[in-house]
Structures are given as C-alpha cells and as structure tokens.
C-alpha cells in the first residue's frame, strides 16, 4: 500500500484571482513581506500497487484524466510506503 501526496497548482502563465485576493488580505493584516500568492489543492490517495513506481503511475494517470485540468493546472506527486 502507498500514499500518494498529489499537488495541483495554476499554471504560472493563468491568473489566481483567489491567490490575489488572499495576497491583498495579508497585506491588510501586515504581512507586507509577502511577495505573491498562488491558491492549489492537495489530494492524498491511498494505492493499492505492487511497487513506488506503480503507485505514481496510477497517481498520474488519475490526475491526467480527472484530478487536474492539463490546459490550466501542473501537478506534482510523491510518494510513500505506507
């Protein structure tokens, strides 16, 4: 059994308005030091594979057909044995 850590973010070149507006927020509170803001998600699966290299690949296949848009978002996985 593995756990696969997926990371979902825009890519640089799609405007985050969520991202903006938290950046904005935190300047509001005083966070000036904050450069920039960019929003994504993280999804965990558990997979059931024979091995590491198993497991990551069904982890990309499943964001390549579903987790995340290829035309707009990148996508990064790691795994580890559970």
């Not at 507006?21 to 509170?29: D, I």
């Amino acid at each position: 059994m593995y756990k696969a850590h997926i990371t979902v973010t825009l890519r640089p070149s799609i405007l985050d308005p969520q991202g903006k507006a938290a950046h904005h927020a935190l300047g509001e509170l005083g966070f000036s030091s904050v450069q920039s803001v960019r929003i994504g998600k993280f999804i965990e699966l558990d997979v059931d594979a024979a091995s590491a290299a198993e497991a990551k690949t069904v982890a990309e296949n499943a964001c390549k057909q579903l987790l995340a848009n290829a035309v707009m978002e990148d996508f990064h996985v790691e795994i580890q044995s559970v």
